[in-house]
């Protein structure tokens, strides 16, 4: 049986393109149940699969959240989305967490305000899959399907926090994004269309039927999107509001349902 070590382990990520190899080479260690998983594990990440999928979960605003392979793996700018939401959100809170990938916005969201009342939507079966372990974990429940079609309709003008991290790269800019996303990633997660806003224009057009009077419907786009954005939610009766936070190179609209 091959015995693969640290430094082995170190060398062979770091042939491989792995810029944190020694991080990486510790992740795989402790994931690893048996020498030989190790092994198999080593030359998935070697072949170019993300971490996150070798070893079944990453680290989302200090909670350990579960990723499936194809799963849309939750970038950490999109942290700064989640901040702002706790900052409007208020325990008790109903929130719905659209497009959900893993479940890890409305997880953390769980997780810092107790009490909240907690729904998740996804049309791809293997991120609701996936997001019924971290929503279910923290007490939600996981609807699959398209946007808002298989939410109960009792959650209509009931929704304080509506989270989206709706795919927003333009179809044109798949091709230049790095090979972890493109080739293992579902592209559903990643296409927003022509201009990347196409599932954003979907939501905020909707949004006003489901939210609460006052209620927050929150989204990440690129910088370059952000005014578009903005009269994308103007257009749909929403009041909106820019936030960036330049470290992370995010930004969020934040669009309140006027009462």
Not at 41 to 52: F, I, K, S, V, W
Not at 218 to 223: G, I, T
């Amino acid at each position: 049986m091959e015995i693969i070590t640290y430094d082995r382990l170190v060398a062979g990520l770091r042939a491989a393109g792995c810029v944190f190899a020694e991080d990486e080479a510790r992740m795989l260690m402790s994931a690893a149940k048996s020498p030989v998983e190790l092994v198999a594990m080593a030359d998935q990440r070697a072949l170019g699969h993300p971490l996150e999928h070798v070893i079944g979960w990453m680290e989302f605003c200090g909670l350990r959240i579960e990723v499936d392979p194809g799963v849309f793996i939750p970038r950490h700018r999109t942290e700064f989305l989640v901040r702002r939401a706790t900052e409007i959100a208020q325990s008790g809170d109903v929130v719905v967490d659209l497009c959900c990938g893993t479940g890890a916005l409305g997880a953390v969201l769980a997780a810092e305000l107790k009490g909240i009342e907690l729904y998740a939507v996804d049309i791809d079966p293997r991120a609701a899959q996936c997001a019924r372990r971290n929503i279910t974990a923290v007490g939600g429940h996981v609807f699959e399907g398209d946007i808002f079609e298989p939410l109960p309709v009792t959650l209509l003008n009931r929704i304080d926090i509506l989270l989206a991290n709706a795919p927003y790269v333009p179809t044109e800019a798949i091709e230049l994004l790095p090979s972890e996303a493109r080739i293992h990633e579902a592209r559903l997660a990643l296409d927003g269309g022509e201009d990347g806003l196409d599932v954003l224009r979907r939501v905020a057009l909707e949004a006003p039927l489901w939210l609460s009077p006052g209620g927050h419907l929150l989204v990440e786009v690129s910088e370059r999107q952000a005014l578009q954005a903005v009269e994308i939610f103007a257009r749909s009766g929403l009041l909106p509001t820019v936030s960036r936070f330049e470290e992370l190179d995010a930004t969020v609209i934040v669009g309140m349902r006027l009462i």
